[in-house]
């Protein structure tokens, strides 16, 4: 469920740069993604032409691009269904577990039920999840929280949905 026309988030309406640390580190989904997305430029301009060259081995697509192969993948997937254009209206919940969800059609048509084993909440804000009353946190997680040697040393605050 996408509440725009375009699935994808800033990777496809805007950040053409992926942040990513090491070509060794990619794997799975974006590993697949960022290579058809090279595919892509060397099929349309050339394996040696600038603009395969400034895909940067197919992690910094031109928005259009990525939607194009993004759509592609989602496509393959016999038992993903995309719809675009839906608000997220309600969730029901029995204690913890989210039973349902139902989203509003943006441009006046109907609405859409959705009842599930188990939710995913992809979304850039976490809406699903905040409607849902889960738990979240906002900001950067301090170094006492997990342990991690790098990370800054903050006041920890959890806030409630």
Do not use: C
């Amino acid at each position: 469920m996408e509440p725009t026309e375009r699935v994808g988030g800033l990777l496809t309406s805007g950040l053409s740069h992926s942040d990513f640390h090491s070509f060794e580190s990619l794997t799975g989904a974006f590993l697949e993604f960022s290579q058809r997305v090279k595919a892509h430029y060397v099929k349309t301009y050339g394996a040696e032409s600038e603009q395969a060259k400034a895909s940067f081995e197919g992690t910094f697509g031109e928005p259009k691009v990525n939607l194009m192969v993004l759509e592609q993948m989602l496509g393959e997937q016999r038992s993903v269904r995309v719809s675009t254009g839906l608000a997220l209206k309600r969730v029901e919940k029995e204690g913890a577990r989210i039973l349902a969800a139902e989203w509003d059609s943006i441009d006046g048509g109907d609405s859409v039920r959705v009842t599930a084993r188990v939710f995913i909440d992809g979304s850039y804000e976490g809406d699903l999840l905040a409607m849902a009353g889960v738990p979240y946190h906002v900001g950067r997680e301090g170094k006492a929280q997990y342990g991690e040697s790098l990370a800054p040393e903050v006041e920890e605050k959890q806030l409630q949905a």
